[in-house]
């Protein structure tokens, strides 16, 4: 309640008997196409406002606590650049409104990591003449309670620009533009080290009987922070919502990498919050996709060393589970000593694809990489189906890596694999004459060398549930 009351304190603060829009409402936004689009803002409670826009006029009168929203019917003309008008009592005209697609990306610093600490920054910069992509950068806002507004800015792609963007957003938005032809937009909100229980409403989080040592740490602190639980998503997702978007891309997990029971409880806290989220955005199971950690950390030669990060990939893995869901692996693009690794181009294009199959039907499009299927026991071998494995090979010289099996006693060894003439993947070891389990890029940074036709890698997997 008190939340509720703090939300509506602010309103009326702020509206001043004018009309007033969010921050995302301004200058070179993008508008969702073939989507109802929301638009809402403030006014002196009772007060007419009136939303013009693409020959469309909508009209709603301000509630007892001075917000008002109209919904725009679908608009399917990408071409269209224009301006929209709020009217009241006072007049708003936003300039330069594009119709496109929209998406959400958040997360950590993987997220938040700029073109200019990526890859070939300047060539990306000299390259980056695309005027129909946006981006809306947030600024940090860590808040006790739920946000109407917050602070950010639309920003056109420029190659004066491009380098503050989110990489892994920017690649990711660039791929969907050149293959779509149809302007992009991304509301980007992330904050680097940042748990993701700080990203899902506390709502959630206190009906959850598995998250009591997550919220029982934060009882007697007082002060907000950017990891308290629902902090991020109080100031920098709550006042998205519910700003018409086709999707939301994901970059996150390394924070709550740092034990296996909370790499095992990730598990249960990413599908919740993408259902908190789309509840929340009320446009359905929406598309959400993520980035599965990448290989990270000195390389291991014991297939049997813990790896809490192994345990995260496997939980993100999991929750693919969830309808309209989609991860992009990244096991063959991280570096040993940085968490922070450049290639980001490939992350955004890893994502994009998966969108571009699954949410936009490019027939062209290459999903994913290999994963795990099914598996059976044959004599001394295991045999493993894989799926999106077209083209199965090994990339570059040498023989395949990364597998280990294991027998009842649970001890793993490395293991022989080669792949089979019907794309079967047969591994074994004369040190496990009756496997029982068999690993595929189990480690902090293991060594993997499996692809598909399209050369993308496959996705780390175990049978055990050891």
């Known amino acids: 309640m008190y939340r509720f009351f703090f939300l509506i304190g602010f309103v009326a603060f702020s509206i001043k008997a004018e009309v007033k829009l969010p921050a995302v409402f301004s200058d070179h936004m993008v508008l969702q196409r073939s989507n109802v689009a929301p638009v809402w803002g403030w006014a002196e409670p009772g007060e007419k406002v009136t939303v013009q826009f693409g020959g469309q006029t909508k009209s709603a009168a301000a509630g007892d606590d001075g917000k008002w929203m109209v919904r725009l019917d679908a608009i399917n003309n990408t071409k269209a650049v224009g301006e929209l008008k709020v009217s009241g009592k006072n007049t708003v005209t936003i300039k330069d409104v594009l119709?496109?697609?929209?998406?959400?990306?958040?997360?950590?610093?993987?997220?938040?990591?700029?073109?200019?600490?990526?890859?070939?920054?300047?060539?990306?910069?000299?390259a980056a003449k695309f005027p129909k992509i946006r981006m809306f950068i947030t600024k940090r806002n860590a808040q006790l309670n739920p946000q109407a507004d917050l602070e950010g800015?639309?920003?056109?792609?420029?190659?004066?620009?491009?380098?503050?963007?989110?990489?892994?957003?920017?690649?990711?938005?660039?791929?969907?533009?050149?293959?779509?032809?149809?302007?992009?937009?991304?509301?980007?909100?992330s904050w680097g080290g940042t748990a993701i229980e700080a990203w899902t409403s506390i709502d959630v989080q206190e009906k959850s009987n598995k998250l009591g040592s997550v919220l029982d740490k934060w009882k007697n602190k007082a002060a907000a922070n950017q990891n308290r639980p629902a902090n991020l998503f109080n100031g920098m997702i709550?006042?998205?919502?519910?700003?018409?978007?086709?999707?939301?891309?994901?970059?996150?997990?390394?924070?709550?990498?740092?034990?296996?029971?909370?790499?095992?409880?990730?598990?249960h806290q990413l599908p919740l919050m993408i259902n908190d989220w789309r509840r929340r955005w009320g446009q359905g199971n929406f598309p959400f996709l993520w980035a599965q950690l990448p290989?990270?950390?000195?390389?291991?030669?014991?297939?049997?060393?813990?790896?809490?990060?192994?345990?995260?990939?496997?939980?993100?893995?999991k929750t693919l589970w969830l309808p309209n869901t989609g991860m992009a692996t990244t096991i063959d693009i991280g570096e040993a000593r940085d968490i922070h690794p450049?290639?980001?181009?490939?992350?955004?294009?890893?994502?994009?694809?998966?969108?571009l199959a699954e949410f936009y039907n490019q027939k062209d499009a290459?999903?994913?990489?290999?994963?795990?299927?099914?598996?059976?026991?044959?004599?001394?071998?295991?045999?493993?189906?894989?799926?999106?494995?077209?083209?199965?090979?090994?990339?570059?010289?040498?023989?395949?890596?990364?597998?280990?099996v294991a027998g009842i006693d649970k001890q793993f060894h490395w293991a022989k694999a080669t792949i089979g003439k019907d794309g079967m993947v047969?591994?074994?070891?004369?040190?496990?004459?009756?496997?029982?389990?068999?690993?595929?890029?189990?480690?902090?940074?293991?060594?993997?060398?499996l692809i598909n036709k399209a050369g993308l890698p496959a996705a780390p997997f175990r049978t055990d549930d050891w």
């Open 99 to 126: 119709v496109g697609e929209v998406w959400v990306a958040s997360g950590q610093s993987n997220m938040a990591m700029t073109v200019g600490r990526c890859l070939n920054a300047d060539q990306e910069a000299a």
């Open 153 to 189: 800015s639309w920003v056109v792609c420029s190659q004066e620009t491009v380098k503050s963007f989110s990489g892994t957003a920017y690649f990711f938005g660039r791929t969907l533009h050149d293959k779509l032809k149809v302007p992009v937009g991304i509301l980007h909100s």
């Open 238 to 267: 709550q006042p998205l919502i519910p700003y018409g978007i086709r999707g939301g891309i994901w970059y996150q997990g390394e924070r709550n990498s740092k034990t296996v029971e909370g790499a095992k409880l990730y598990g």
């Open 295 to 317: 290989n990270y950390k000195k390389r291991s030669e014991d297939p049997n060393a813990l790896s809490v990060w192994a345990h995260t990939r496997e939980s993100m893995a």
């Open 342 to 355: 450049k290639n980001k181009q490939d992350v955004g294009k890893r994502l994009a694809g998966w969108a």
């Open 366 to 404: 290459i999903i994913t990489g290999p994963m795990y299927a099914s598996h059976k026991v044959k004599g001394s071998k295991v045999l493993i189906q894989l799926n999106h494995a077209t083209g199965l090979k090994v990339k570059g010289d040498g023989d395949l890596a990364g597998f280990a």
């Open 426 to 449: 047969e591994v074994s070891c004369k040190e496990v004459p009756e496997p029982v389990a068999v690993r595929y890029a189990w480690g902090d940074n293991p060594k993997v060398n």
